[in-house]
């Protein structure tokens, strides 16, 4: 079929500019700069096909100041020494495990862990109650299979297929999810490093470089228990949640910044007191105890990840660049707040409205949030 010369032309241009206006650039690409100059100050030994040394990815990771005067911005605001046995374990032939309750930055740190070693954090597949063996596997190209039968020219190789041929280093994503049989499709790849493909009588053997990077979580519902011989296969990595009040607010504004560009949206430089009460109420609720240790409380049944708290932020950073003047005010937070707490109707309904009538309505300066949070709840 011929495509006309118009349409042609609008798929050209479509792929010139897709890199350039991406509503979320792949990790290589936001940060280029960045991995540019860790890599020309980068003089430690680099392990095969890594595009940094360990040290540098490290340093990629947690932020830092090169010699030049170049500032690393901070990827992931957490121990040190998680990162630096997360970046070991992908130095030796043991796949890695970040493990963690959602909203604890796995997929992002999996993400940036893949681009500052292999340049390419694509080699993803994402885990669903559906993902088949071929998204592990291989697949086939049927019209080719078809017409000429199995053969190399129509086989379709699966992400993990092109990051062993290549040296990369490929992502699974919420590996928990994934069907328990398909699951242990990955145990040959991992513990082998070969991947048979018994229709040819041929196997594909990783080359030097490869490596897995997979995340999990065991609290949310559809979770399936990874078996005792794939967990023996990887190192795992606890990612906890943030520490400090301080730290967890310095984590939210930071993304919200990072959206916020994305988007377009105004600088919120006076929202700073609002993200740090987003962060208050999340945490309470979450631990289950005021900040000051004088109050028990009833937690809900959601998570209140930090992740959440991002996107109610975010959230009323539009409201307040669309529809207010700019400025981060408690209105905009409310209604975010609101739907992340209350995923229960009718338990969680009741935590937040003793939590709103016990502390909130009684905090010092917390009166306008307490009004406008009560005009979204009723």
Same mark, same amino acid.
């Given at each position: 079929?011929?495509?006309?010369?118009?349409?042609?032309?609008?798929?050209?241009?479509?792929?010139?500019?897709?890199?350039?206006?991406?509503?979320?650039?792949?990790?290589?690409?936001?940060?280029?700069?960045?991995?540019?100059?860790?890599?020309?100050?980068?003089?430690?030994?680099?392990?095969?096909?890594? +595009? /940094?040394?360990?040290? %540098? $990815?490290? @340093?990629?990771?947690?932020?830092? &100041? #090169?010699?030049?005067?170049? =500032?690393?911005?901070?990827?992931?605001?957490?121990?040190? +020494? /998680?990162?630096?046995? %997360? $970046?070991? @374990?992908?130095?030796?032939?043991? &796949? #890695?495990?970040?493990?963690? =309750?959602?909203?604890?930055?796995?997929?992002?740190?999996?993400?940036?862990?893949?681009? %500052? $070693?292999?340049?390419?954090?694509?080699?993803?597949?994402?885990?669903?109650?559906?993902?088949?063996?071929?998204?592990?596997?291989?697949?086939?190209?049927?019209?080719?299979?078809?017409?000429?039968?199995?053969?190399?020219?129509?086989?379709?190789?699966?992400?993990?297929?092109?990051?062993?041929?290549?040296?990369?280093?490929?992502?699974?994503?919420?590996?928990?999810?994934?069907?328990?049989?398909?699951?242990?499709?990955?145990?040959?790849?991992?513990?082998?490093?070969?991947?048979?493909?018994?229709?040819?009588?041929?196997?594909?053997?990783?080359?030097?470089?490869?490596?897995?990077?997979?995340?999990?979580?065991?609290?949310?519902?559809?979770?399936?228990?990874?078996?005792?011989?794939?967990?023996?296969?990887?190192?795992?990595?606890?990612?906890?949640?943030?520490?400090?009040?301080?730290?967890?607010?310095?984590?939210?504004?930071?993304?919200?910044?990072?959206?916020?560009?994305?988007?377009?949206?105004?600088?919120?430089?006076?929202?700073?007191?609002?993200?740090?009460?987003?962060?208050?109420?999340?945490?309470?609720?979450?631990?289950?105890?005021?900040?000051?240790?004088?109050?028990?409380?009833?937690?809900?049944?959601?998570?209140?990840?930090?992740?959440?708290?991002?996107?109610?932020?975010?959230?009323?950073?539009?409201?307040?660049?669309?529809?207010?003047?700019?400025?981060?005010?408690?209105?905009?937070?409310?209604?975010?707040?609101?739907?992340?707490?209350?995923?229960?109707?009718?338990?969680?309904?009741?935590?937040?409205?003793?939590?709103?009538?016990?502390?909130?309505?009684?905090?010092?300066?917390?009166?306008?949030?307490?009004?406008?949070?009560?005009?979204?709840?009723?």
């Amino acid at each position: 079929m011929t495509v006309p010369e118009t349409t042609a032309t609008t798929i050209a241009a479509v792929g010139e500019t897709s890199g350039a206006e991406a509503l979320r650039p792949h990790a290589e690409d936001a940060f280029a700069d960045e991995l540019k100059a860790l890599a020309a100050a980068d003089d430690r030994p680099r392990p095969a096909r890594w +595009r /940094l040394s360990p040290w %540098a $990815v490290a @340093t990629y990771l947690q932020g830092g &100041a #090169l010699p030049d005067g170049t =500032v690393i911005t901070p990827k992931y605001v957490g121990p040190r +020494r /998680l990162v630096e046995v %997360a $970046v070991t @374990t992908l130095a030796t032939d043991r &796949a #890695l495990l970040l493990l963690g =309750v959602p909203g604890t930055a796995k997929t992002w740190v999996s993400e940036h862990l893949a681009a %500052a $070693v292999s340049g390419d954090s694509t080699l993803l597949v994402q885990g669903t109650a559906g993902t088949p063996e071929e998204a592990v596997r291989y697949g086939w190209n049927y019209a080719q299979l078809l017409a000429h039968g199995p053969s190399r020219d129509a086989l379709v190789p699966s992400p993990l297929m092109r990051a062993m041929s290549d040296g990369m280093t490929a992502r699974v994503e919420e590996l928990t999810r994934i069907p328990a049989d398909v699951q242990d499709s990955l145990i040959t790849i991992l513990s082998e490093k070969t991947l048979p493909i018994p229709e040819l009588g041929q196997e594909v053997q990783a080359v030097r470089g490869f490596n897995v990077i997979a995340t999990a979580n065991d609290r949310d519902r559809g979770v399936n228990e990874l078996s005792s011989a794939l967990r023996r296969r990887f190192n795992t990595v606890v990612l906890p949640l943030p520490a400090t009040p301080d730290a967890e607010v310095d984590i939210v504004s930071r993304r919200v910044e990072q959206i916020g560009r994305s988007l377009d949206l105004p600088a919120a430089p006076e929202g700073l007191a609002e993200i740090r009460r987003v962060v208050t109420v999340f945490r309470e609720l979450r631990d289950g105890v005021t900040t000051d240790g004088r109050t028990k409380l009833k937690s809900p049944s959601g998570t209140l990840s930090t992740a959440e708290a991002i996107s109610v932020v975010t959230n009323g950073l539009a409201l307040a660049a669309h529809f207010g003047d700019g400025i981060l005010r408690p209105g905009d937070v409310a209604a975010g707040i609101l739907g992340a707490v209350v995923r229960d109707p009718a338990a969680d309904r009741v935590v937040w409205q003793e939590y709103l009538e016990t502390v909130v309505r009684e905090r010092d300066g917390w009166k306008d949030f307490y009004r406008a949070c009560r005009e979204v709840s009723v």
